[in-house]
């Protein structure tokens, strides 16, 4: 399938319509939605949710729609949002095989993601399984044609590595990207969007745990147990059990340490979520923007 029908003039066209649709009063940022009046992007272009429709209309991979909606999800504000929609339909080539940009894409996140478990030993079986997965993608971009089987192999190594994880460790959580990118973008519409998020969260909690122990703050789950601790006590106090307890404001005036932790952490946590998408954005698009795939679709 040639991206864009090998049509540059559809390009712009799909460009236009997306400019007018976000203008309007019917955008939304849900994934792959549309009531018949207002929806997402995708469901604004297509005035539909069917993802077969966007493959024959546009000639462009299910996983392509995913992840234009999915950009839109995450930004701080909704003009971002949309103008991250416009640089990724921009960036999208004309007249390739799109797929293999998706494996090209989704191997970028896994070399990221080797480097962050560079402090695992090199038979670790994390890294041996991302290993297995980078090894599937890259077969695939050199047009090997590859059995579900492989793929249903590489998804278990990876499930079973993470499982030996710590939970919430940032093995666990660079474990899940390795899962979620286990999958062929020809088969997959949400393999490329899934490992953007996942890619996203197992950097951003990494990087908050790793400044939260820099800066002697109390971790989420110290804070946590303080909080539920705090409501316990109040609610044995009180002849309605119903009542509201404010236990933010308790905390605020019984505990100002761990109150101001808790608003350093947020902070913290929000700041690297922001940081992490526009890395993990800059990932994508300066892949699709990349001559490492630019041989011409002979399908």
Known sequence: MQSFQDNPALKRSLLQKTQ???ASDGWTTRPVYWDGKGGSLVGGLLGSEDLDQWTREFALPKWTALLLDMVAVMPPSAEEAKADQISLLEALPVGVDLDQYGNLVLSHFLKETEKDLSFLPTNHPLRASLAGVMALHEAEMSGKSLKPSEWREARSEAIAATDQAAPDSPEAKFGAVIEAAAWAPRTSRSVVADTFRSW????????VQQKVGEQGLSTFEETKHLLDRIHEEERKKRKDPKAFIHVFGIL??????EYRDMRDFHRIQHEEAVRQRQAGFHIIISTLESAEVKSRCTC
Not at 252 to 257: A, D, L, N, V, W
């Open 252 to 257: 605020e005036e019984r505990y100002p340490k």
């Open 20 to 22: 007018a649709f976000q």
């Open 200 to 207: 996203i969260n197992a950097r951003r909690d990494a990087t």
